[in-house]
């Protein structure tokens, strides 16, 4: 079974609209954190946003956001105000356990494109 | 800002040929993991390490495939004979096992070709 699960493989939206990429997960630890990445043609993978599976609030930094919904198992990363800068691909990704050091199960990603 | 420093950023080389793509983590960090990324199977884990020593590598073919951590500025993986179904962007990642909710760094890659 996947454990990573996004389900848009492009997406578009207009310059200074918000946006949600999907994602849900699959496991049966009680601990462990969520991760998104931002991938841009030049190839760079880029941390963005992290959600522990504790947190009582959802992650923000600055216009990205997660919304963390454990009951579904669904960590959906907004975008507000989207940038032409933003296009690129857009990865969800899980670490099980409580250690920062555990590897990480990526998703297949979701290509996101910023028009005028 | 602090970097994962891969090299070489490219490499094509014949198919029976060696390959050892290099990745110094950033200073200080204690897990070391190398992944690759291909369009048909996306990003793939082969193997991480902590402290240098290796917790897994169940992802790598075990018959061609090599990774080592010489010292702690040091991640070396080796491809011995590469094959054309080895060409991808190989990623070098580093993290501190005592920093859960930071994010791994990612190297800008090494981008193999095998003709």
């Known amino acids: 079974a996947q454990k990573i699960t996004q389900t848009q493989p492009g997406m578009f939206v207009q310059e200074k609209e918000a946006v949600t990429l999907d994602c849900t997960y699959d496991t049966s630890d009680p601990s462990y954190g969520l991760f998104w990445y931002k991938q841009p043609s030049s190839g760079e993978m880029i941390f963005l946003i992290y959600q522990g599976s504790y947190d009582q609030q959802n992650a923000t930094e600055g216009r990205y956001s997660l919304n963390f919904q454990k009951a579904r198992k669904s960590a959906n990363l907004v975008i507000s105000a989207s940038q032409l800068g933003d296009s690129a691909m857009y990865f969800c990704a899980m670490r099980e356990g409580l250690g920062g050091g555990n590897k990480l199960t990526f998703g297949t990603g979701t290509q996101l494109k910023v028009e005028l | 800002d602090a970097r994962v420093t891969q090299t070489p950023r490219d490499k094509v080389t014949e198919m029976g040929q060696e390959v050892t793509m290099r990745c110094q983590p950033i200073l200080g960090h204690n897990t070391v993991f190398w992944y690759r990324q291909t369009m048909m199977q996306g990003l793939e884990l082969l193997a991480y390490f902590r402290n240098r020593a290796p917790l897994d590598d169940s992802g790598m073919p075990k018959d061609r495939f090599s990774a080592e951590m010489p010292d702690a500025t040091l991640a070396t993986l080796k491809i011995q004979p590469s094959e054309p179904r080895d060409s991808a962007v190989y990623f070098c990642?580093?993290?501190?096992?005592?920093?859960?909710?930071?994010?791994?760094?990612f190297g800008s890659g090494t981008r193999l070709t095998v003709v």
């Open positions: 990642a580093s993290g501190l096992y005592e920093r859960p909710n930071y994010g791994y760094t």
